[in-house]
T-cell receptor, first 113, second 116 residues
Framework: DQQVKQNSPSLSVQEGRISILNCDYTNSMFDYFLWYKKYPAEGPTFLISISSIKDKNEDGRFTVFLNKSAKHLSLHIVPSQPGDSAVYFCAATNSGSARQLTFGSGTQLTVLP | DAGITQSPRHKVTETGTPVTLRCHQTENHRYMYWYRQDPGHGLRLIHYSYGVKDTDKGEVSDGYSVSRSKTEDFLLTLESATSSQTSVYFC???????????????FGPGTRLTVL
């Protein structure tokens, strides 16, 4: 039973437009959420995070939104650039769990020039 | 970039042979993790360590063991490799955290293991 779900395996957007990646979770004990970006043949790199006490966190072109009642978070990338093409993983953790992360299955984002 | 190396980066082995993967960090971080990445599953936690000689199981620990005799090294051993253990293995580290804040995990470059 996947506790973190990314239901869209892939997403294509035009350069300059907004990319929206979605993630759903089922475990109500999760209180911290992260997005990682992964290029081929490299390890995942941390992108942005949000605590459950917030509903939005912004860092440059990247914004993460959290809707606790819906157990849903989303990553917005504006404007999208070709270099953003990568696999994006959503991850969640409980602050009392030795920092273990539970990952979604990932979404392949392709930004078309 | 966090100082994390994994060795070997690629390995091909045969079913039934033991395999050890090494993760080495230069950041003196307390927590270390081993994940495997498979299509459709994202990254799944195998084992983790919260200090020297302190380890615990993750979601998919069957068939794997770990050891951490020094802060900087975390070893993952496949006792008797099977084809189902063909995967990409990632090591991650996390800084000592306190209170209610969380420090993100930093990942190594990965080891691609093929079991024939």
């Amino acid at each position: 039973d996947q506790q973190v779900k990314q239901n869209s395996p892939s997403l294509s957007v035009q350069e300059g437009r907004i990319s929206i990646l979605n993630c759903d979770y089922t475990n109500s004990m999760f209180d911290y959420f992260l997005w990682y970006k992964k290029y081929p043949a490299e390890g995942p790199t941390f992108l942005i995070s949000i605590s459950s006490i917030k509903d939005k966190n912004e860092d440059g072109r990247f914004t993460v939104f959290l809707n606790k009642s819906a157990k849903h978070l989303s990553l917005h990338i504006v404007p999208s650039q070709p270099g953003d093409s990568a696999v994006y993983f959503c991850a969640a953790t409980n602050s009392g769990s030795a920092r273990q992360l539970t990952f979604g299955s990932g979404t392949q984002l392709t930004v078309l020039p | 970039d966090a100082g994390i190396t994994q060795s070997p980066r690629h390995k091909v082995t045969e079913t039934g042979t033991p395999v050890t993967l090494r993760c080495h960090q230069t950041e003196n971080h307390r927590y270390m993790y081993w994940y495997r990445q498979d299509p459709g599953h994202g990254l799944r936690l195998i084992h983790y360590s919260y200090g020297v000689k302190d380890t615990d199981k993750g979601e998919v620990s069957d068939g794997y063991s770990v050891s951490r005799s020094k802060t900087e090294d975390f070893l993952l051993t496949l006792e008797s490799a099977t084809s189902s253990q063909t995967s990409v293995y990632f090591c991650a580290i996390s800084e000592r955290s306190g209170g209610n804040y969380y420090n993100e995990q930093f990942f190594g470059p990965g080891t691609r293991l093929t079991v024939l």
